[in-house]
């Protein structure tokens, strides 16, 4: 079951990179993806009061409106009623619009037997990856379980089964391009959900979750709060608490875009620059590129069979992940060949700027 997943997955982010990234070339506006989890006959998490797939539309609603009076914005939303879609769907209308984030909304809830169900509270968001935790992993299973919703979705999803703990090696096995990204916007709405929507913080988390795989672009899924506690469920279902939501989103957007804009404006100096001026600093602080083909949040053996035989694998930690590169090359185009023939073996391989011990953005 392995391989034909890996095969699927990597043939389809590829293609929808190489489709973004000429996009890109063309396009003046930050789009942003809004993903109103569940809809239509997927309720998704219900309270006593209210479901989850309401909850969720409202608060998308509210961020598009938001953000659709800014300029160079534009907004693209999964669903805009009440309507099921498949997670491969809502994946399919983020990467046809070449968006440049994917904002996925939800409400959390846990088991009906769990003791703490009717206290447990707080705002997360999660990034692609490993799940760290039975509770990461526990939520993933429940918000990927909607494919079993779907008519024949083992043929759909190549044999994935949302409630095995096997089938998410692919999690593992899969180089997220845009994980960087996603982490640092993950954390930007944590922090806004925290501070300007009063939500007790649970943290930056990652898991497995199919909808932020199968975009091509910074990606996050977002659990607002617990609609199993009475509390938290009164307040993520006023209008006064989803305005506050909304807006923590919108903050978060737009503290991302001016960001990106910086980091973007940084990376057009650098390119302008001569090697020959980035190059003249001590051995310690000269520019190299490395060519990065693997990520996950435990140790690869650098014998691994992960690696294919790839000679001179390098590992640096960051973000809580481990990640691989090979090669110091000392110019872009150096590395682009190499990166050609390594794509071939990894498809998701990327280059890198390396100084000294570390990464440079």
């Not at 088991?111 to 999660?126: F, H, L, M, Q």
């Not at 992960?306 to 992940?321: S, T």
């Amino acid at each position: 079951m392995r391989i034909p997943i890996l095969i699927l997955i990597s043939i389809i982010l590829t293609l929808s990179d190489a489709v973004t990234r000429m996009a890109a070339d063309t396009a003046s506006d930050f789009i942003v993806v809004l993903d109103p989890g569940h809809g239509g006959k997927d309720y998704g998490a219900v309270g006593k009061t209210s479901n989850e797939k309401s909850i969720n539309l409202e608060v998308a609603r509210l961020v598009a409106g938001s953000l659709r009076q800014q300029d160079s914005i534009k907004v693209v939303m999964t669903r805009d009623d009440d309507t099921f879609l498949s997670l491969q769907e809502r994946a399919n209308v983020a990467n046809r619009a070449h968006g440049d984030l994917f904002i996925s909304i939800h409400v959390n809830s846990v088991d009906r037997r769990a003791k703490n169900r009717t206290t447990i509270a707080g705002a997360s968001v999660y990034t692609l990856g490993l799940h760290r935790t039975a509770e990461n992993l526990e939520v993933a299973k429940r918000e990927n379980a909607v494919m079993v919703l779907e008519p024949d979705y083992s043929t759909t999803y190549s044999g994935f089964d949302p409630n095995s703990a096997e089938s998410y090696i692919i999690f593992e096995l899969n180089q997220n391009r845009h994980l960087d990204r996603s982490i640092q916007f993950a954390q930007t709405v944590q922090d806004e959900l925290v501070s300007t929507a009063g939500r007790k913080d649970k943290g930056v988390r990652q898991a497995g979750f199919w909808v932020l795989m199968a975009t091509s672009m910074p990606a996050i899924l977002i659990e607002l709060d617990f609609i199993c506690n009475p509390q938290s469920e009164k307040y993520i279902s006023s209008a006064a608490g989803q305005r506050k939501m909304a807006d923590a989103i919108v903050n978060a957007v737009n503290a991302y875009r001016s960001g990106r804009k910086t980091l973007h404006s940084d990376e057009a100096t650098q390119t302008a620059a001569s090697d020959k001026k980035q190059e003249q600093t001590d051995s310690s602080g000269k520019i190299v590129y490395r060519i990065q083909i693997l990520a996950a949040d435990r140790p690869v053996r650098i014998g691994s069979s992960e690696f294919k035989g790839v000679k001179g694998i390098e590992q640096y930690e960051e973000n809580g992940l481990y990640k691989y590169t090979v090669g110091n090359y000392d110019s872009m185009a150096e590395a682009d060949r190499q990166l050609r023939k390594l794509r071939k073996t990894f498809p998701k391989a990327f280059v890198i700027k390396w100084a000294g011990n570390s990464r440079v953005y």
